[in-house]
């Protein structure tokens, strides 16, 4: 399952449980178990955390696997949940807790036989409720919406039955008084449902209660909205509800349907644009004809370093600019004085402005426009094109600059790169 901002929800999981459990039972035998009966749970903590770090990046191919789509591996997932830890304090004091009330019952249980699988669950414990509340606080800052650990939880528990219905809709011979219990209807031939449930979206919620009713009868264990638990008291009369979290599940594999590859495709092609480009540049420098870029950058030049007082007789420098400026926005349909507010606009003290200074407003917003998107709820309204609402697009942004498109991206990315290696640099010093 993929929701956005969340790096735990896929099948990569078992394997960062695995190597968590793995790693922490090597831990607790670099520093002692009997740490974690300390009454200052702070204390162990910090051993822990040094310990089972160790043990993770001594892991090998294991740390190397594949964790999800996004391209993180076990190792790195298990790392940031480790570090999570180390941040939330509570909930290393409620292992603790619990591994103390079992010492309390039976002794030091970890080194009697099966003593390492109950300590390993308790770390395992420990770790599926910390990646859920990791998880959630993420998916509230990618979505803005409110989302507890609980609610993470009916979100995998949904996407979890929905696939079990799709697997019974599937094997409906098999299972044809189960699936018939899901549908309400009894089952002779092979449903249409089956061919048209291709997506959690298209799963109704009726199917997802009545699976987990039909559950004790076919398997002898009741469905997770039919159980004395209240974990999921929400959903047991709500099919509006469940209906929702579906469709946004669905929705969401749609829009990531590419699992991020796609942009791999896009550069191989992007990679053969920018040989044939410069190709055709080097044939024009061999020539008699300069290449497009080669002319507005002479250009740009050469507005850059002519003396403004002799270039024009017509009036004071700074009417001909303005003049100049408006003529050209007018050029890629925004406001005349559209260059001058939005200068106006821009706080010159953040971090971002200071340090794009040498570039040109076009390139800074083009920046802006690469890394936040077209609208922002940081944006000024003066950047903002009146027609649509949002940044100016790349390539009004080129013509304001009197430059072609391909050299606006040039440069916006250079000032990207110099973003980024300063933010580096200074988040280096920090830790220094």
């Known amino acids: 399952m993929r ?3 969340t790096r735990y929800q896929e099948h990569g999981w078992e394997q960062v449980r695995k190597l968590l459990g793995h790693c922490s039972l090597h831990a607790c035998a670099r520093f002692g178990t009997d740490a974690l009966l300390d009454p200052d749970p702070e204390q162990s903590l910090g051993a822990y955390v040094a310990a089972v770090a160790q043990a993770l990046r001594a892991a090998g ?7 999800n789509s996004y391209g993180d591996t076990c190792g790195e997932l298990a790392l940031t949940l480790v570090y999570e830890l180390q941040a939330r304090p509570a909930d290393w004091a409620a292992l603790c807790t619990a591994v103390a009330a079992e ?3 039976i002794g030091p249980f970890w080194n009697a036989a099966g003593g390492d699988a109950l300590l390993r669950k308790k770390f395992n414990d420990l770790y599926a409720t910390l990646r859920d509340k990791v998880d959630s606080d ?3 800052a990618a979505c803005g919406r409110p989302c507890s650990p609980n609610r993470m939880y009916a979100y995998r528990m949904l996407d979890t039955a929905w696939h079990e219905v799709a697997r019974l809709f599937e094997g409906w011979r098999e299972h044809a008084p189960q699936v018939g219990a899901i549908l309400g209807r009894e089952v002779v031939a092979m449903p249409i449902e089956a061919r048209q449930l291709r997506t959690s979206g298209d799963c109704k919620p009726e199917w997802i209660m009545r699976w987990s009713e039909s559950l004790e009868l076919h398997t002898g264990a009741p469905g997770p909205l039919h159980t004395k638990s209240k974990r999921f008291a929400s959903l047991k009369n709500s099919p509006e509800k469940i209906g929702a979290m579906l469709r946004e599940i669905g929705e969401y594999e749609l829009l990531s349907a590419n699992r991020d590859q796609d942009w791999l495709h896009d550069a191989g092609e992007a990679n053969a644009w920018l040989d044939d480009y410069w190709r055709v540049l080097d044939e024009s420098e061999q020539g008699s004809t300069p290449g497009p870029d080669q002319i507005l950058e002479a250009r740009q ?4 370093t ?6 024009l007789d017509d009036g004071p420098v700074e009417a001909q600019d303005a003049t100049r400026l408006a003529l050209v926005a007018q050029q890629v349909s925004l406001p005349p004085n559209y260059a001058l507010l939005a200068a106006l606009a ?4 953040s971090w971002a402005a200071r340090r794009m200074a040498q570039d040109s407003l076009p390139v800074r917003l083009a920046v802006y426009l690469k890394l936040l998107g077209p609208f922002d709820d940081s944006y000024p309204s003066e950047w903002l094109d009146p027609q649509t609402g949002e940044l100016p697009t790349m390539q009004q942004l080129a013509g304001l600059d009197g430059i072609s498109l391909p050299t606006l991206r040039k440069r916006r990315d250079a000032a990207v790169a110099r973003l980024n290696e300063m933010a580096g640099m200074e988040e280096e010093r920090r830790w220094a």
């Not at 191919?61 to 964790?67: H, L, M, Q, S, V």
């Not at 002519?306 to 270039?311: I, K, L, M, S, V």
């Not at 821009?346 to 003290?349: G, K, Q, S, T, V």
């Open 3 to 5: 929701l956005p901002g």
């Open 61 to 67: 191919a294991r740390f190397e696997a594949p964790g």
């Open 103 to 105: 010492h309390a019952r």
């Open 138 to 140: 993420n998916y509230q």
């Open 301 to 304: 030049d050469e507005l850059d």
């Open 306 to 311: 002519t003396d403004p007082e002799a270039a």
């Open 346 to 349: 821009e706080d010159r003290a």
